[in-house]
């Protein structure tokens, strides 16, 4: 005998993941109410999905738009899905905006993932943690370790898609990608942004 889920906490657990209501409710019942449980068994379902998706071609999608209170920032961002039809989901457009709002609260993301970084950039952040004056008497497996991990922290903080999400910092943005990937049924990729900050590169007298 299945486990009787109320439909407010079917939509409890779909606020907390984005997935659909019939999935939500199936995870529930498989985890006997269990709210943790569900979302724990939807995240691993939602990643699977992901990951046998990520192979395939994305050239529909949208390019959003976020204009920060005040006016004097500003991002675009092209987002792209498979179709056409996804490309027109509402929930499709409110991850877009979502993503250009995370661009707006992000002044250090540079890139879209650790891929994206050029090899003079990662020399240069390298450079920079070798020559820190408390790895000065460090012994120098020990000192590797530290510089190894440092670098990779800094060159998270420029990535978008390790930036915790705003609008809930429990998951990554690519953890939020991936939940949308399982929501609509398509891969889904960020594929370029840009930020424009009022009066950048301008010499004020």
Do not use: W
């Not at 985890?31 to 071609?57: H, Q, S, T, V, W």
């Not at 999608?61 to 027109?88: M, P």
């Not at 609008?167 to 609509?184: C, D, F, G, H, W």
Request: net charge positive; aromatic share 4%.
């Amino acid at each position: 005998m299945s486990t009787q889920i109320s439909a407010e906490y079917v939509k409890a657990l779909r606020d907390k993941t984005g997935a659909g209501m019939m999935e939500c409710k199936k995870a529930l019942q498989a985890c006997a109410g269990n709210m943790e449980l569900a979302i724990e068994a939807l995240r691993k379902k939602g990643l699977a999905l992901a990951d046998k998706k990520a192979a395939r071609i994305t050239t529909e999608g949208v390019i959003e738009t976020y204009i920060h209170a005040g006016s004097k920032l500003g991002v675009l961002v092209e987002i792209n899905c498979e179709t056409d039809f996804v490309a027109r989901r509402l929930e499709f457009h409110r991850l877009a905006k979502d993503i250009a709002m995370q661009v707006a609260a992000s002044p250090l993301v540079k890139y879209i993932s650790l891929k994206d970084i050029e090899p003079s950039i990662i020399e240069k952040e390298t450079r920079i943690e070798s020559g820190k004056d408390d790895l000065i008497n460090k012994p120098e497996d020990t000192k590797n370790k530290i510089i190894s991990g440092r670098l990779e922290k800094r060159l998270k903080e420029m990535c978008l898609i390790n930036q915790p999400f705003i609008k809930n910092p429990n998951i990554s943005i690519e953890e939020l990608i991936k939940q949308n990937i399982a929501l609509v049924g398509e891969n889904i990729k960020i594929r370029r942004f840009t930020k424009f900050l009022l009066g950048e590169g301008l010499e004020k007298k």
